[in-house]
């Protein structure tokens, strides 16, 4: 079977072979539950390519197994090693949903880094339980995590209008960038093009900029906001002057 082939190919003294099996197990997922055993070795291969294609591929293979490790993981006292089980999680997503009440607790981890990851896990394994949690997050005392909580929003897209409010306290952030999160965010989870107009006349650069690219984004449907962003093609940032210059082009559809 191809299973079978595939397990034969991973002990191929071919690098590149060893990665196309470990690739092909991944995308069998669970019905290449035989190659198990294969594929953790593989996944001490001395390639580093063929180690994270196994792992890849149990991942896919065998979701429950890797959860379970990854959970245990979680509570290592090694913050790097915490960090890459958040990593795992992230990549085996919806399959590792019993790993959900980890991931709130790695929310509050002492290690920035493992903050930044359990953020993305949850996102990609629970969108809808990662809302309020985020939420909490864009109040964490590290301005890079209050800024990847603000972009996980956003990508959860309309899963994340509850975060409106928040979102908006965010745009007023101390943090340019945690500013810019936020407003793009804004604008995948709830287009709002009255909010955006407001950001035009923000006292931060950073906000003005992200709101007119954002009104880009939306394009013809944004023509409400054309004397704005009109007006701010004359800010005395470059900068916004460029992005309200494009957005006017994109929403007069030239």
């Known amino acids: 079977t191809a299973v079978v082939a595939l397990r034969a190919a991973l002990s191929s003294s071919d690098s590149l072979l060893r990665v196309g099996a470990a690739e092909e197990l991944a995308k069998m997922g669970r019905a290449a539950a035989a190659a198990t055993a294969d594929l953790e070795a593989a996944t001490h291969d001395q390639n580093r390519d063929v180690a994270s294609a196994a792992t890849a591929a149990l991942n896919r293979v065998d979701p429950e197994r890797q959860t379970e490790r990854a959970i245990e993981r979680l509570t290592n006292p090694s913050a790097e090693v915490r960090q890459n089980a958040a990593e795992r999680l992230r990549d085996i997503g919806p399959p590792a949903n019993a790993a959900v009440p980890v991931l709130l607790q790695a929310l509050r ?6 903050r930044k990851s359990a953020i993305l896990a949850l996102s990609s394994v629970a969108p809808e339980a990662a809302v309020e949690p985020l939420v909490r997050q864009l109040k964490d005392q590290s301005w890079p995590v209050r800024e990847e909580a603000a972009r996980r929003l956003g ?5 994340g209008k509850k975060a409106v409010a928040a979102l908006n306290a965010a745009t007023l952030d101390r943090h340019s960038d945690v500013r810019m999160a936020a407003v793009e965010a804004l604008n995948k989870v709830a287009p709002n093009i009255e909010t955006l107009v407001l950001q035009l006349k923000h006292s931060a650069w950073q906000n003005r900029q ?3 690219q954002n009104l880009g984004k939306i ?3 944004a023509k409400d906001a054309i004397p704005a962003l009109v007006a701010a093609a004359n800010d005395p940032v470059p900068n916004v002057q460029r992005a309200a210059t494009e957005a006017l082009g994109k929403v007069r559809g030239r």
């Open 109 to 114: 981890d002492t290690d920035l880094n493992v």
């Open 155 to 159: 990508d959860l897209g309309t899963v």
């Open 210 to 212: 992200a709101a007119a």
């Open 219 to 221: 394009g013809a449907d």
